[in-house]
């Protein structure tokens, strides 16, 4: 059985192992989203609730050159950059399940290590306790960026990857996270501006799977 190292303290993480080949072994129950895997999980879960941790915000942060960008023109895609807090949402994965959803999830996320994987301690609103796998971004990685306004909407707005439209990105991530009653101002701004002047985005992943709560 895997177990699933306890954390006290708001700021206190356990770092993964940061290998694929070391997957297997790593001790991931629950995964914490605050962009697309809020809305295009790829896998199936438990159950899910909307938390938020500490010491951390959501930003556009990372550089995309595969999922919504190019090399030639490369797009924008949000992290978990350090300081302040985020709201999200946490999934409990199936039991029996973990190694093979953290793997996949690994292979989505880790392309490039750009993020460093960590567990981090999150409360439910049952007052449960759970160590929740997340991405938070590097700022030694050469895909770290912080980008005037400006840059951002014209990355946003001008840019495709193999996963599709940046601002489809953007957009869909803002109305996800509004179905879910959380406000990220900045993110919001950003999504009205690209919906105002370049259309709704396209129609999200459709998924069977219901929301266990509001």
């Not at 770092?15 to 790829?42: K, M, N, Q």
């Not at 912080?146 to 953007?170: I, K």
Request: charged share 25%; aromatic share 8%; with cysteine.
């Amino acid at each position: 059985m895997t177990v699933v190292p306890q954390v006290s303290s708001p700021l206190e993480a356990v770092d993964l192992l940061d290998t694929l080949e070391d997957l297997p072994r790593l001790p991931a129950r629950w995964v914490f989203a605050y962009g697309s895997l809020i809305w295009h999980p790829d896998f199936e879960y438990a159950e899910r609730h909307r938390v938020r941790v500490h010491g951390y915000h959501r930003a556009f942060c990372i550089s995309s050159t595969r999922y919504r960008g190019t090399p030639e023109a490369p797009g924008v895609v949000l992290g978990l950059d350090l300081g302040g807090s985020c709201h999200g949402v946490v999934y409990r994965l199936l039991p029996g399940q973990e190694e093979q959803v953290v793997e996949a999830l690994y292979q989505r996320e880790m392309p490039n290590r750009v993020y460093t994987p960590k567990l981090l301690p999150v409360r439910l609103a049952d007052a449960r306790q759970v160590a929740a796998l997340a991405f938070i971004a590097r700022r030694d990685h050469p895909s770290y960026l912080r980008l005037s306004r400006d840059e951002l909407l014209r990355r946003l707005s001008s840019s495709r990857g193999g996963r599709g439209l940046n601002r489809e990105y953007a957009i869909n991530t803002w109305h996800a996270l509004r179905e879910w009653g959380i406000e990220d101002t900045g993110l919001g701004e950003l999504a009205r501006e690209l919906e105002s002047a370049l259309g709704p985005a396209g129609p999200r992943p459709a998924t069977d799977i219901e929301k266990d709560c509001p």
